[in-house]
T-cell receptor, first 110, second 114 residues
Framework: GQQLNQSPQSMFIQEGEDVSMNCTSS?????WLWYKQEPGEGPVLLIA?????ELTSNGRLTAQFGITRKDSFLNISASIPSDVGIYFC??????????FGKGTRLHILP | DTAVSQTPKYLVTQMGNDKSIKCEQN?????MYWYKQDSKKFLKIMFS???????INETVPNRFSPKSPDKAHLNLHINSLELGDSAVYFC?????FGVGTEAFFGQGTRLTVV
């Protein structure tokens, strides 16, 4: 089946640093979504991307839908302690399933 | 008001039992989903319903039976529970199936089979 390769698997950064993570696939996706999950909670939608090349921001978060429709990245600028969590990319496949990447675990060092 | 709510939040039960998880959304969405998140946090779709009709049924044992009495509800019944069923189960909904498919998730039901 279709798979999303999300990297890095985990990140350890200092507060104030910028963060970058990405997802790639061998298949084309029609929609890219980025979610954040905190312990004991469900994933919360951060950004939705619908068109190839689209660049969208949500506060300190910026995400882009790759031109090839096979990749997307998420950047977080000037990280703060509450950014800690697991970030998931997700894509809507041609058969209309929302498929998730395996997540990027963000840790912020004091 | 919680947009997508699941009950119970925690469920501990013995192998072989039958249990149900309930989900309700008050967003007026047409489509609802069940996802399973394993111990490595991998999220995998199980089922999707659109307007009470089953749209997606992934390779899930037939011990799992979803039921959608109306658009706002999607329940999950599990028969003869096994140890491997232990996971967090998330309900989600989206405005439509296909277009505008950003999904909104509930808080999850942590199922532990002992």
């Amino acid at each position: 089946g279709q798979q999303l390769n999300q990297s890095p698997q985990s990140m350890f950064i200092q507060e104030g640093e910028d963060v970058s993570m990405n997802c790639t696939s061998s298949s084309i996706f029609n929609t890219w979504l980025w979610y954040k999950q905190e312990p004991g909670e469900g994933p919360v939608l951060l950004i939705a991307l619908y068109k190839a090349g689209e660049l969208t921001s949500n506060g300190r978060l910026t995400a882009q839908f790759g031109i090839t429709r096979k990749d997307s990245f998420l950047n977080i600028s000037a990280s703060i302690p509450s950014d800690v969590g697991i970030y998931f990319c997700a894509g809507r496949s041609r058969d209309d399933k929302i498929i998730f990447g395996k997540g990027t675990r963000l840790h912020i060092l004091p | 008001d919680t947009a997508v709510s699941q009950t119970p939040k925690y469920l501990v039960t013995q192998m072989g039992n039958d249990k149900s998880i309930k989900c309700e959304q008050n967003l007026g969405h047409d489509t609802m989903y069940w996802y399973k998140q394993d111990s490595k946090k991998f999220l995998k779709i199980m089922f999707s319903y659109n307007n009470k009709e089953l749209i997606i049924n992934e390779t899930v044992p037939n011990r799992f039976s979803p039921k959608s009495p109306d658009k706002a509800h999607l329940n999950l019944h599990i028969n003869s529970l096994e140890l491997g069923d232990s996971a967090v189960y998330f309900c989600a909904s989206s405005r439509q199936f296909g277009v505008g498919t950003e999904a909104f998730f509930g808080q999850g039901t942590r199922l532990t089979v002992v």
